[in-house]
């Protein structure tokens, strides 16, 4: 992998601030004795997702959000499975599930694209808050996961 590609593969896995992309480079540092190899590097991002960025997105939802509202949201992309869904996905779920009738979804997929859990995909265009701070949610759009929380939200 060339080092352009390398750089590009951690960004994505953060929102571009200082603070995910030095964790990124402590849990890099932390899984690799010199020069990190491709596992080292897949091992760090890993233990980064699960172990740093899906706190660190859950504390920015929180007062955005109640516990309880993140958790259900939370659970209800888990069910889903997958980082690229739509509303039918969550309607599906929603309207099966008991536990998700009082899930205010829209306020909490706005909460989720303002803190930069999810972003929006219209064609082959992805928007995320931290790429474009002007930008707002759209439902009609397909939604896609941030890939740092993927692994921690054990997605596809």
């Given at each position: 992998m060339k080092d352009r590609?390398?750089?590009?593969?951690?960004?994505?896995?953060?929102?571009h601030t200082p603070r995910d992309i030095i964790q990124l480079l402590n849990e890099i540092q932390k899984h690799s004795k010199d020069n990190?190899?491709?596992?080292n590097i897949?091992?760090?991002?890993?233990?980064?997702?699960?172990?740093y960025f899906v706190g660190e997105v859950r504390d920015e939802l929180d007062g955005f959000l109640k516990s309880e509202e993140i958790d259900l949201m939370i659970e209800i992309i888990s069910l889903i499975g997958r980082s690229r869904?739509?509303?039918?996905?969550?309607?599906?779920?929603?309207?099966?599930d008991l536990r998700f009738k009082s899930v205010d979804v829209n306020k909490c997929l706005k909460?989720?694209?303002?803190c930069n859990a999810i972003g929006n995909v219209d064609?082959?265009?992805?928007?995320f808050k931290y790429r474009n701070r002007?930008?707002?949610f759209n439902p009609n759009s397909d939604i896609l996961v941030h890939v740092g929380l993927r692994?921690?939200?054990?997605?596809t």
């Open positions: 590609e390398i750089r590009k593969y951690l960004l994505e896995h953060t929102r990190p190899s491709k596992a897949a091992n760090a991002v890993r233990t980064y997702s699960t172990d869904f739509n509303m039918d996905h969550i309607d599906r779920i929603k309207n099966t909460a989720f694209f303002n064609g082959s265009y992805i928007t002007h930008t707002t692994k921690g939200w054990n997605l």
